[in-house]
C-alpha cells in the first residue's frame, strides 16, 4: 500500500488542507479521464470541508460539470433528514456548487428494504464507473472514522466486514439498534484513493492502532492495509499519540 501522513496544527488548516487535496486529485483524474467520481463521508468530520469547497477560491478551481458524487454510506432515513449523510452534503456542498443534478447519486435511504436500497445503488455504481478486476472504482472515497474503529458503515462485528462479493450491503448495527447501507471493502480497495480524515484527540488511540503496521487486525479501518493509496488527514489532537512517526 501506498500512504502518506498529512497533520495539521489545527482543525481549520485541516479541513482547507482535505478540501485543496480534493480539488488537486478532481483537476488531475479530469485532466487524466476526463471525470472525477468521488464518494463522500458523512458524520460531523466533512461538513467543514465541504464547506470549504463550496467558497471561492476553491469552488471556482473544481471542474464540478466533471465531477460526479457518491456516498459511502448512509443512514436508513430520507434524504433531508437531520441524520442523512446526503442531507449534510446537499446542505454544505451540493446545493451551493454548479453540480449537475444527474451526476449526484444517493444511497435511498428512505427504501423500506435496506437491502433493495444497498442492490440498486451497487447497480449505479456499475452502471457509471469505470472497473477494475470487475469492481467499480472511484478515484476518491472521503472516510471518517469511529473511535470503534468503524469507517463508512464498515462496524466492528458486523457480517458488512467479510462481504467480499457485493459491492454495496445493508448492514444492521446492533450497538446502534439500526440499519445501515455501505459499501463494502472491494469497493475501497478498489479505489485510486483514499482520503481517512480524523480531528480532535478522542481519535488519538484509534489512529495511533490504524498506523502501526506491527499491531494485529481488530479493526475495520485496519483492513484499509489492502487499499492501494491511502492519505490520512490529522488534526494535532487525532495525530497526538503518532509519537514515533512526527
Ligand atoms: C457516518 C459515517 C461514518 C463517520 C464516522 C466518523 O455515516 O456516520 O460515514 O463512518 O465517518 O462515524 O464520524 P465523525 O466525523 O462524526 O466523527
Same mark, same amino acid.
Given at each position: 500500500?501506498?500512504?502518506?501522513?498529512?497533520?495539521?496544527?489545527?482543525?481549520?488548516?485541516?479541513?482547507?488542507?482535505?478540501?485543496? %487535496?480534493?480539488?488537486?486529485?478532481?483537476?488531475?483524474?479530469?485532466?487524466?479521464?476526463?471525470?472525477?467520481?468521488?464518494?463522500?463521508?458523512?458524520?460531523?468530520?466533512?461538513?467543514?470541508?465541504? %464547506?470549504?469547497?463550496? /467558497?471561492?477560491?476553491?469552488?471556482? %478551481?473544481?471542474?464540478?460539470?466533471?465531477?460526479?458524487?457518491?456516498?459511502?454510506?448512509?443512514?436508513?432515513?430520507?434524504?433531508?433528514?437531520?441524520?442523512?449523510?446526503?442531507?449534510?452534503?446537499?446542505?454544505?456542498?451540493?446545493?451551493?456548487?454548479?453540480?449537475?443534478? /444527474?451526476?449526484?447519486?444517493?444511497? /435511498?435511504?428512505?427504501?423500506?428494504?435496506? /437491502?433493495?436500497?444497498?442492490?440498486?445503488?451497487?447497480?449505479?455504481? *456499475?452502471?457509471?464507473?469505470?472497473?477494475?478486476? *470487475?469492481?467499480? *472504482?472511484?478515484?476518491?472515497?472521503?472516510?471518517?472514522?469511529?473511535?470503534?474503529?468503524?469507517? !463508512?458503515?464498515?462496524?466492528?462485528?458486523?457480517? !458488512?466486514?467479510?462481504?467480499?462479493?457485493?459491492?454495496?450491503?445493508?448492514?444492521?448495527?446492533?450497538?446502534?439498534?439500526?440499519?445501515?447501507?455501505?459499501?463494502?471493502?472491494?469497493?475501497?480497495? &478498489?479505489?485510486?484513493?483514499?482520503?481517512?480524515? !480524523?480531528?480532535?484527540?478522542?481519535? !488519538?488511540?484509534?489512529?495511533?492502532?490504524?498506523?502501526?503496521?506491527? %499491531?494485529?487486525? &481488530?479493526?475495520?479501518?485496519?483492513?484499509?492495509?489492502?487499499?492501494?493509496?491511502?492519505?490520512?488527514?490529522?488534526?494535532?489532537?487525532?495525530?497526538?499519540?503518532?509519537?514515533?512517526?512526527?
Amino acid at each position: 500500500m501506498n500512504q502518506h501522513l498529512h497533520v495539521f496544527a489545527s482543525r481549520p488548516e485541516l479541513n482547507r488542507g482535505v478540501a485543496e %487535496a480534493v480539488v488537486r486529485l478532481a483537476q488531475q483524474s479530469v485532466t487524466a479521464h476526463g471525470a472525477f467520481h468521488i464518494a463522500l463521508a458523512g458524520g460531523s468530520t466533512p461538513r467543514d470541508i465541504y %464547506a470549504y469547497l463550496a /467558497q471561492e477560491p476553491l469552488r471556482e %478551481a473544481m471542474p464540478w460539470p466533471k465531477v460526479h458524487v457518491y456516498f459511502g454510506d448512509e443512514r436508513t432515513v430520507p434524504p433531508h433528514h437531520e441524520q442523512s449523510n446526503f442531507g449534510m452534503a446537499h446542505a454544505a456542498l451540493l446545493s451551493r456548487v454548479p453540480i449537475p443534478a /444527474q451526476q449526484i447519486h444517493r444511497m /435511498q435511504g428512505e427504501d423500506s428494504d435496506p /437491502q433493495t436500497a444497498a442492490v440498486r445503488y451497487e447497480q449505479t455504481l *456499475r452502471s457509471h464507473l469505470p472497473s477494475v478486476n *470487475r469492481w467499480p *472504482r472511484l478515484d476518491l472515497v472521503l472516510l471518517g472514522v469511529g473511535t470503534d474503529g468503524h469507517i !463508512a458503515s464498515l462496524f466492528p462485528d458486523t457480517k !458488512a466486514l467479510h462481504v467480499m462479493n457485493r459491492a454495496v450491503t445493508a448492514v444492521h448495527v446492533a450497538k446502534l439498534n439500526t440499519w445501515r447501507i455501505t459499501v463494502t471493502f472491494p469497493v475501497l480497495n &478498489h479505489a485510486k484513493e483514499i482520503f481517512v480524515i !480524523a480531528a480532535g484527540e478522542e481519535k !488519538a488511540p484509534i489512529i495511533k492502532t490504524a498506523l502501526d503496521v506491527n %499491531a494485529s487486525v &481488530h479493526y475495520p479501518v485496519q483492513q484499509l492495509r489492502d487499499a492501494s493509496h491511502v492519505e490520512w488527514f490529522l488534526d494535532a489532537g487525532a495525530a497526538a499519540q503518532l509519537t514515533d512517526i512526527i
